[in-house]
């Protein structure tokens, strides 16, 4: 198997970015405009391939920024950064991003700090970092859930995206549940495909419903971190791998033990290889509450608390 590739966080493109206009703009003393694409790698990220754009000014009216009104940050006291076109903006509390400041996460933001210092700065310059088509990106992230308006978000603590890793999924789930604590809120709906999170949909707002994959163990883990009550909403093949001891539900974690199925409800499972036809052959509900059950004690076993399973 070949090497997966890795890559480079959008922070560390738009610093990037930044620098290369900043220089150009000090070099020429004219409006510069700097453009970067996202590295390709192996992970699952809808960033991928983007293009950043950093546009530098001394007129403000020559940026193209992101419409939703916000502050900017002040770097070196003299330049001002804004939320260029397909960045978003922040609109709520209980983010790393204070409210109604560009979505530019504080690994980045401090980059770019340290890149302006190395100028001596005797009036007003503006710069915007921008995503070209970000508005579009940013509808396949939680960002309008959370309050991110307008764009997506500029990420990075590392700089460095590993593929195929739960980074970036869980840093999502994290912000969802910062979000969701900073409302005041002390219970969350975890929700595991488009199946479960319709069923909660009919009894919570969609800012309470959080959507954690196949990451079982870890967004368990960032909940109670938080002090928050947890209701699954989940299929029962995903609960029978819970109640299994499966931390993750992913297939490549391993498959269900149809013979310790077996032994929960009595019957001979020879040749059957899916939890729908376990269903079809006993009574539905007093298997779901079985799974139901036996979920609930693996999770005691793993975190001493107690949740709500409901099995869809």
Known sequence: MSELRKGFTTGVHA??????????????????TSFTK?????????????????????????????????????????????????VGVVTKDGLKVPKGYPAINPTP???????AKKYSINEPIFVSVGVIDGEKIAK??????VGVLGGISILGTRGIVKPISSDAYLKSVEVELDVIVASGAKEVVFTLGNSSK???LK?????????????????????????????????????VKIAQGFKNTHNRF????????????????DGVITVKRVVELVDRDAFYKEVEHRAKEQIFKWFKKEIEIVIV
């Open 203 to 239: 009894l919570y707002e969609q800012e309470q419903i959080v959507e954690i994959g196949n990451f079982i163990y870890d967004g368990f883990s960032l909940a109670f971190a938080r002090e928050l009550d947890i209701v699954l909403y989940i299929g029962v093949a995903k609960a």
């Open 254 to 269: 391993g498959s269900i033990d149809f013979k310790e199925i077996e032994s929960w409800i009595g019957l001979d499972l």
């Open 15 to 32: 610093s990037i970015a930044f620098k290369s206009a900043l220089e150009t703009f000090f070099r020429t003393g004219s409006s510069t």
């Open 38 to 86: 996202k590295m390709d790698n192996d992970d699952l990220d809808v960033t991928k391939g983007c293009i950043i754009v950093v546009r530098v000014s001394r007129q403000k009216m020559d940026l193209e920024l992101n419409p939703i009104r916000h502050k900017p940050y002040s770097l070196q006291k003299s330049i001002f950064l804004y939320a260029g076109r397909g």
């Open 140 to 145: 396949e992230t939680a960002n309008e859930k």
């Open 198 to 200: 319709a069923k909660a």
């Open 109 to 115: 933001l401090k980059a770019m700090e340290q890149i």
